[in-house]
């Protein structure tokens, strides 16, 4: 039988979300939850915002990240963008608390191979 040399995929923790979730108090698991409490469907929308269109993530990718379809974060990052156009007040305050948070997190985990890493690459 042949031998095979399987090594796992480095799990990496999502900062943005994390961030994200602190900045707007609650946890990156209620993030992620399937509940359609109209505060936490917000949330979840303005952090599709805040991916797609100040992070230039794909929908599919930011579906992976919050466990959703990419077609819900699509209608998530519209409902957002309609409600900004109306002025909410509520979507606009969020907005301007979290549009700032940078999304580089994510890259330097990918960049950072075994042999950066062992050789005190960058972090």
């Known amino acids: 039988m042949k ?3 399987i090594t796992p995929l480095e799990v990496t923790e999502n900062k943005v979300l994390i961030e994200f979730a602190k900045l707007m108090g609650v946890t990156p698991a209620q993030m992620k939850a399937r509940n359609k409490i109209r505060q936490m469907s917000d949330m979840r929308h303005l952090y599709c915002k ?54 580089f997190y994510l890259l330097y985990a990918l960049f950072l191979t075994p042999t950066t890493k062992s050789k005190g690459g960058i972090y």
Request: proline share 2%.
């Open 50 to 103: 805040l991916r797609y269109e100040m992070h230039s993530v794909t929908y599919s990718a930011i579906g992976r990240e919050i466990d959703r379809h990419a077609a819900t974060v699509r209608y998530g990052v519209v409902r957002i963008n309609n409600m900004l156009l109306l002025n909410d007040r509520k979507i606009v305050a969020m907005w301007n608390r979290i549009k700032d948070i940078p999304g």
């Open 3 to 5: 031998e095979t040399n």
